[in-house]
């Protein structure tokens, strides 16, 4: 047998030979490309020419490399592809196993076609995402899944990362390009598939041959349902009814989307958020694609940028025309159902798609329909199990990029600095890169075309989340109830009396034994209720190094031994946690605050000095510390503060304060306890 070869290999050869060198061209040339493509792109949709979703793809990329490829050996590198889609296809094909007798309602034909529409779907599927073995004479070689790129899931790094060439090119790429890339095998295989979008992701969209609706999410290998998706997306019902989310494009719309992207490209390609094209681009697109969210996310990041550099307070812009375009555009935004995904789900999500191993403190955010008449028995459920969001109330003041945008009076307030994102890795609202995954880290090994792991017999899973994981929690909960009688012995032996809160945990373990997906309700007891040793970590990655007595609890019930004092403001974020913990060691902090207010070098309040940094480093300007920690000063001194070890702490997410016009979100420390003023060394004068 001849030595194994990889189809990998094959494509690579392929591609290799589309380049030719232009990497000498002007920089008018170069941005000229960016033009012809956008002019052919609006040919497309005017109809003076045909759609072709794979003409669209290419030559939105091809700007982006200076017209170096050619779109004829483009074609014969998906010829390849598509040939050996054909072949999984047809060796998988099984007219047999089905009944294409014509009925009252559906032809012997129609089934043939829809038959034919989910294998090709099931042929792509699998070669996209699964090892394909195919052997051709005397010789063998294989085709690898293609590698979601998990440290730049939104080409913020590395623009490649959202295209269909650099899979060609190095196998891997995100959400957007495996979508494309799906999309112009099934125009191919006429396999009937369709793009879908929520904010910040896409998915394809095909149905079986019942009819009904799927979607594939690639990367994942899953099939989320809507639900699942609007939950991870942070999408209102809103934005659903008014057709800018969970929404399946026509090919004219994808050739559109094709718009915005080009206009991304451009923006990565000459390293600018203003210009003219990008957003000539985003209105094209809208012409033709008028709920486009990312077109309009495009045009109102481009004006955004522009009216900040302006560096013009709000009162200065009220007669300034980009200024009224922008805050007509929030204000559309608003209205149809958009909502910027807040900034914990950010973190939290980022830190999955680049596989960080980071604990965060967590925002409880199971909804309580009934919290205003206080109800004893108040059990809730939700999508995300109270991780994210699902209940999206009303808010007086909603945050789109940098700006604010009262509701009320459907105005801007005020720009705001831009957020502080995990890993300092930037974020863009109008790129499609979220990986909707909610059970695939359970079954990491089944395939979602797979039902019960292909053993109905042996294997239960009514809801369709995971047939295995009833039986890995119920062992897992078995431990747990273990370690309480464990627990609850040796209190007894060793003190005489029985700790409740072990039997409370010993409870919600054995319960947790026999309901689905409940595993570690002993540990919530715990953690509700009692001290623990670790270290303390918050959503920006500020850590105490070593504490102890670790208490977590709810920030509506510290704020309220705040407020009932006249004249004070609930410090913490509502509807966060508060940590309570006692340093270990000598812990190192800032406290700011203004000379000649009441407020004085040695203070209860202070914060990490990282947490006074912006992304490149610098120290943020004296408003913007006020802004962030919610000070009812601008601070203008910064003091050091040594904080000894056996220090009772608290630390929580700093509250926006409406009446001070500030947005908060610091994470600040408080003193539960004095310490020596000496503790207090170094006063600086903050510039």
């Given at each position: 047998?001849?030595?194994?070869?990889t189809?990998?290999?094959?494509?690579?050869?392929?591609?290799?030979?589309?380049?030719a060198?232009?990497?000498?061209d002007?920089?008018?040339?170069?941005?000229?490309?960016?033009?012809?493509?956008?002019?052919?792109?609006?040919?497309?949709?005017?109809?003076?020419?045909?759609?072709?979703?794979?003409?669209a793809?290419?030559?939105?990329?091809?700007?982006?490399?200076?017209?170096?490829?050619?779109?004829?050996?483009?074609?014969?590198?998906?010829d390849?592809?598509?040939y050996?889609?054909?072949?999984?296809?047809?060796?998988?094909?099984?007219?047999?196993?089905?009944?294409f007798?014509?009925?009252?309602?559906?032809?012997?034909?129609?089934?043939?076609?829809?038959?034919?529409?989910?294998?090709?779907?099931?042929?792509?599927?699998?070669?996209?995402?699964?090892?394909?073995?195919?052997?051709?004479?005397?010789?063998?070689?294989?085709?690898?899944?293609?590698?979601y790129?998990?440290?730049?899931?939104?080409?913020?790094?590395?623009?490649?990362?959202?295209?269909?060439?650099?899979?060609?090119?190095?196998?891997?790429?995100?959400?957007?390009?495996?979508?494309?890339?799906?999309?112009?095998?099934?125009?191919?295989?006429?396999?009937?598939?369709?793009?879908?979008?929520?904010?910040?992701?896409?998915?394809?969209?095909?149905?079986?041959?019942?009819g009904?609706?799927?979607?594939?999410?690639?990367?994942?290998?899953?099939?989320?349902?809507?639900?699942s998706?609007?939950?991870?997306?942070?999408t209102?019902?809103?934005?659903?009814?008014?057709?800018i989310?969970?929404?399946?494009?026509?090919?004219?719309?994808?050739?559109?989307?094709?718009?915005?992207?080009?206009?991304?490209?451009?923006?990565?390609?000459?390293?600018?958020k203003?210009?003219?094209?990008?957003?000539?681009?985003?209105?094209?697109?809208l012409?033709?694609?008028?709920?486009?969210?990312?077109?309009?996310?495009l045009?109102?990041?481009?004006?955004?940028?522009?009216?900040i550099k302006?560096?013009?307070?709000?009162?200065?812009?009220?007669?300034?025309?980009?200024?009224?375009?922008?805050?007509?555009?929030?204000?559309?935004?608003?209205?149809?159902?958009?909502?910027?995904?807040p900034?914990?789900?950010?973190?939290?999500i980022?830190?999955?798609?680049?596989?960080?191993?980071?604990?965060?403190i967590?925002?409880?955010h199971?909804?309580k329909?009934?919290?205003?008449?206080?109800?004893?028995d108040?059990?809730?459920?939700?999508?995300?199990m109270g991780?994210?969001?699902?209940?999206?109330?009303?808010?007086?003041?909603?945050?789109?990029?940098?700006?604010?945008?009262?509701?009320?009076?459907k105005?801007?307030?005020?720009?705001?600095?831009?957020?502080?994102?995990?890993?300092?890795?930037?974020?863009?609202?109008?790129?499609l890169?979220?990986?909707?995954?909610?059970?695939?880290?359970?079954?990491?090994?089944?395939?979602?075309?797979?039902?019960?792991?292909?053993?109905?017999?042996?294997?239960?899973?009514?809801?369709?989340?995971?047939?295995?994981?009833?039986?890995?929690?119920?062992?897992?909960?078995?431990?747990?109830?273990?370690?309480?009688?464990s627990?609850?012995?040796?209190?007894?032996?060793?003190?005489?009396?029985v700790?409740?809160?072990?039997?409370?945990?010993?409870?919600?373990?054995?319960?947790a034994?026999?309901?689905?997906?409940?595993?570690?309700?002993?540990?919530?007891?715990?953690?509700?209720?009692?001290?623990?040793?670790g270290?303390?970590?918050?959503?920006?990655?500020?850590?105490?190094?070593?504490?102890?007595?670790?208490v977590?609890?709810?920030?509506?019930?510290?704020?309220?031994?705040?407020?009932?004092?006249?004249?004070?403001?609930?410090?913490?974020k509502?509807?966060?946690?508060?940590?309570?913990?006692?340093?270990?060691?000598?812990?190192?902090?800032?406290?700011v605050?203004?000379?000649?207010?009441?407020?004085?070098?040695?203070?209860p309040?202070?914060?990490?000095?990282?947490?006074?940094?912006d992304?490149?480093?610098?120290?943020l300007?004296p408003?913007q510390?006020?802004?962030?920690?919610?000070?009812?000063?601008t601070?203008?001194?910064?003091?050091?503060?040594?904080?000894?070890?056996?220090?009772?702490?608290?630390?929580?997410?700093?509250?926006?304060?409406?009446?001070?016009?500030?947005?908060?979100?610091g994470?600040?420390?408080?003193?539960?306890?004095e310490?020596?003023?000496?503790s207090?060394?170094?006063?600086?004068?903050?510039?």
């Amino acid at each position: 047998m001849k030595k194994l070869t990889t189809i990998l290999f094959i494509i690579l050869l392929q591609t290799a030979t589309l380049f030719a060198q232009n990497e000498n061209d002007t920089l008018s040339k170069q941005k000229q490309y960016f033009y012809d493509a956008k002019t052919e792109l609006e040919n497309m949709l005017s109809g003076k020419i045909p759609l072709d979703y794979e003409r669209a793809v290419f030559i939105t990329e091809n700007a982006y490399w200076n017209n170096n490829y050619d779109f004829e050996r483009f074609k014969k590198v998906i010829d390849i592809h598509v040939y050996n889609i054909k072949k999984i296809a047809e060796i998988n094909k099984n007219e047999k196993s089905q009944d294409f007798k014509s009925t009252l309602l559906v032809t012997e034909e129609q089934k043939r076609k829809s038959y034919y529409e989910l294998l090709n779907n099931w042929a792509i599927f699998s070669y996209l995402t699964d090892t394909t073995m195919f052997n051709n004479n005397s010789s063998t070689y294989y085709h690898f899944p293609y590698k979601y790129p998990h440290n730049d899931p939104f080409g913020s790094l590395d623009w490649s990362n959202s295209q269909v060439l650099n899979l060609f090119l190095n196998k891997s790429a995100n959400c957007y390009a495996l979508t494309s890339f799906y999309k112009i095998l099934s125009e191919r295989l006429n396999s009937n598939a369709n793009i879908g979008l929520a904010p910040g992701h896409v998915y394809i969209i095909h149905k079986d041959i019942k009819g009904i609706q799927y979607n594939i999410e690639i990367p994942s290998r899953s099939f989320p349902g809507a639900g699942s998706i609007m939950t991870l997306t942070y999408t209102p019902v809103e934005a659903v009814r008014n057709g800018i989310s969970i929404r399946t494009l026509d090919i004219k719309q994808s050739v559109a989307l094709c718009l915005v992207y080009l206009g991304k490209g451009y923006e990565h390609k000459f390293d600018t958020k203003t210009d003219n094209f990008i957003q000539e681009c985003a209105e094209s697109a809208l012409k033709y694609d008028t709920v486009s969210l990312n077109a309009m996310l495009l045009k109102a990041g481009v004006l955004e940028n522009r009216i900040i550099k302006k560096n013009k307070t709000v009162t200065q812009l009220q007669t300034d025309d980009e200024f009224s375009q922008y805050q007509k555009l929030l204000v559309t935004l608003f209205e149809k159902g958009y909502r910027e995904m807040p900034l914990d789900m950010k973190n939290l999500i980022i830190s999955h798609l680049q596989q960080d191993s980071a604990v965060f403190i967590l925002t409880d955010h199971t909804p309580k329909g009934f919290q205003t008449i206080n109800p004893k028995d108040d059990r809730y459920a939700t999508l995300s199990m109270g991780m994210f969001d699902e209940v999206h109330e009303p808010k007086l003041i909603e945050q789109y990029g940098r700006t604010l945008l009262n509701t009320k009076t459907k105005k801007i307030t005020k720009f705001v600095e831009a957020d502080s994102l995990y890993n300092k890795y930037p974020i863009d609202p109008v790129v499609l890169a979220w990986s909707v995954d909610p059970m695939s880290h359970r079954m990491p090994a089944q395939s979602p075309y797979s039902a019960f792991m292909n053993n109905p017999i042996f294997w239960d899973d009514p809801g369709g989340d995971c047939p295995i994981c009833p039986w890995l929690d119920a062992i897992v909960d078995i431990a747990f109830a273990a370690y309480d009688v464990s627990e609850i012995a040796y209190d007894y032996f060793t003190t005489g009396q029985v700790n409740p809160v072990s039997v409370a945990a010993l409870t919600a373990d054995l319960g947790a034994i026999f309901i689905p997906m409940t595993t570690g309700a002993g540990l919530a007891v715990r953690a509700a209720s009692t001290t623990t040793k670790g270290a303390v970590k918050t959503t920006t990655k500020i850590m105490v190094a070593k504490a102890k007595n670790i208490v977590i609890k709810n920030a509506d019930d510290i704020n309220k031994t705040f407020t009932k004092i006249p004249g004070k403001y609930a410090p913490y974020k509502a509807g966060t946690k508060v940590a309570e913990f006692t340093t270990e060691t000598t812990e190192q902090f800032v406290r700011v605050y203004k000379e000649g207010s009441k407020s004085k070098a040695p203070g209860p309040w202070m914060m990490k000095k990282s947490d006074l940094l912006d992304e490149s480093g610098k120290m943020l300007s004296p408003k913007q510390i006020q802004q962030k920690f919610s000070l009812e000063h601008t601070p203008d001194r910064i003091v050091d503060v040594n904080v000894p070890a056996n220090t009772n702490m608290r630390m929580g997410e700093a509250a926006p304060v409406e009446q001070l016009g500030t947005t908060g979100g610091g994470t600040q420390f408080q003193l539960l306890q004095e310490i020596p003023t000496e503790s207090f060394t170094n006063v600086q004068i903050l510039k």
